[in-house]
């Protein structure tokens, strides 16, 4: 640049990219996070989608939003309040306007805000005077007729044109956080390989959204945030989804085994199906059923027959799999079942995030049925804990639940690519020749797992079903064998807690106030202890991901703490789970059941409360 710029140095930022579905915000956001992510930077993100399909144009409910927190320092969350938002209409304004700080900058396109545009979001007058939104940095951008004039020379049509109005803003953006935009530029070039006026369309739009950007003076001084200090290792930056797919081709690979995902698509869990359908050059086997019974049942005979056998779905695909849980529970077949919650009941809120289904993970069956329920924590957990469920299932020959949820599914922070030396074995307890003559249904001395054997395979033929059986494989309606194999499918639940590693507590080991949660919910409830202990008060925090069965270590680690609040995104189950399990302690509650997940600051007002209360 011809004049000299004025750079200000931060620790972290929070971008929120706004506006309709078809406006692009998804993949600006994405490109943001990546550049990001390239940069070095440690990052969280949150894609809200609309629940609608064809959200009425301009209207709340079509809102798309991505809500970026990076920075050079830790980060736990996407942020509560975002410190730039990009608000590409005023339903953009009106969905977002209690997420922005009070002097936050708000980059607007004018060009959409139209009176009747304006009337759509149920506006009477000036969007930012109705909602007080006076301290903050307005500027306002035509990016409309800028992005028309950008390719007036390139031959497009002036719909088409206005299809890259998102690289308009992202340019902006790019240019307000010093950021290059090589990275973004290259990644034009191999998605449109095939077709470069397109991807030369986006990279002059990027390129003069950043111009553009250069010469308003409310959008300086430029803000640099430095590279974070993460650990050595390759990373990439990687979604819940992906991260789960890539966790179950890494247990396969270390089992020895092919992988077969049914599955019947539904939303926020498809992105699993699209995965492992990507990877056939591993050799996995996907199966796109007709609906959720066949893909879990197809599952089941893949299991028999051998395979890490999968099923992803979310919230009511999971009770439709339930009756064929059951029976995986009394073949004793190793499948692992992810559910990535969504909003409920019924269709419920199909983009949003929840984590409401535990009970019907835990006890969602017929008769006496239980099976592991892990719970991921962060998108690249995901990873983590889709090997372990599948390194459960396989080693103690039962179905596993993995519960994600719609934010972790979809939103993304960096991530080390592990070495497959450095994961842990998987041993599957495949039947030998010592156990002649077979027995089905005899069990492993220590984790009363019993033995695998291979369809095929002379000398262990044997049958599964639905009916009891004997150790033997005889059906048999006994009602002493019935009690005898009941106890036994429990004992080898519970036998997996010899597994299962400890209950770890984030901040000192006793205290005031031990802040309990599980799954997704993490990353908010650090953000809320640091801030807490920051303040001086006596708080700690545990987060399980073992939830059937809990650490051994839950009780002894809960008798350190004078008050116990369970934090979740639902009225109350968990909390109900551990008065199950884990009684003679008062559990307090923190609830949210909006579709969003917590803010950091809820959690902190909540337990303030809590650490007054008498």
Known sequence: MAKSVKVVSKEKAVILFSGDSGDGIQLAGTLFADTAAHYGNDLIT????????????????????????????????????????????????????????PTATIIYDSDNFTARNIEKASYTGDPFAGEKLGNCNVVAAPVSSMVKEALKESGMDSRTALRTKNMFVLGMVFRLFDRKLDFTENFFDT?????????????????AGYNYAGTVEALSPVISIPPASLPPGRYRNINGNTATAWGFLAAAEKAGLEIFAGSYPITPATGILEEFAARRDLG????????????????????????????????????????????????????????????????GLPTKTEQADLMQALYGRNGESPVVVLAAGSPSGCFHFAYEAARIALEHMTPVILLTDGYLANGSEPWRIPEMK???????????????????????????????????????????????????????????NHELMVRQRADKIAAVREKVADLKVCGRDSGDLLIVGWGGSGGYIVSAVKELQSEGFSVSYANFNYINPLPGNTREVF??????????????????????????????????????????GEIREKCIEILKSV
């Not at 998605?191 to 390129?207: C, G, H, M, S, Y």
């Not at 051998?306 to 077949?333: D, F, N, Q, R, Y």
């Not at 551990?578 to 579709?595: A, H, P």
Request: aromatic share 8%.
């Open 422 to 480: 450095d994961l842990p074995p998987i041993r599957p307890p495949f039947a030998g020749k010592g156990e002649m003559p077979f027995m089905p249904y005899g069990r492993n001395s220590s984790t009363l797992a019993r033995y695998w054997a291979i369809p095929g395979t002379g000398g262990f033929e044997h049958h599964v079903g639905g009916l009891e059986k004997t150790p033997a494989g005889i059906v048999s309606y006994l009602p002493e």
């Open 191 to 207: 998605k449109f390989a095939d077709r470069p006026e397109i991807a030369e369309a986006n990279k002059t739009v990027l390129r």
């Open 559 to 600: 008798g350190r703490f004078r008050k116990i609040a369970v934090a979740e995104l639902n009225l109350g189950q968990f909390a109900s789970w551990l008065r199950s399990q884990c009684s003679g302690f008062r559990y307090e509650q923190i609830n949210k059941v909006q579709g969003l997940p917590f803010r950091a």
């Open 284 to 347: 996995v086997k996907t199966f796109q059923a007709e609906d959720e019974i066949a893909g879990i049942c197809a599952a089941l005979g893949a299991a028999f027959a051998g395979s890490l056998a999968v099923t992803s779905t979310s919230g009511p695909g999971l009770a439709l799999k339930s009756e064929a849980i059951g029976l995986a529970v009394m073949a004793e077949l190793p499948v692992v079942i992810v559910n990535v919650q969504r909003g409920g009941p019924s269709t």
């Open 46 to 101: 949150f894609p809200d989608f609309p629940a609608e399909i064809r959200a009425p144009q301009g209207t709340v409910g079509g809102v798309s939003g991505f809500q970026i927190h990076f920075g050079k320092t830790g980060i736990d969350s996407p942020g509560d309040y975002a410190d730039v938002l990009v608000a590409m209409n005023p339903a953009a304004i009106k969905a977002n306007a209690d997420r922005v700080k």
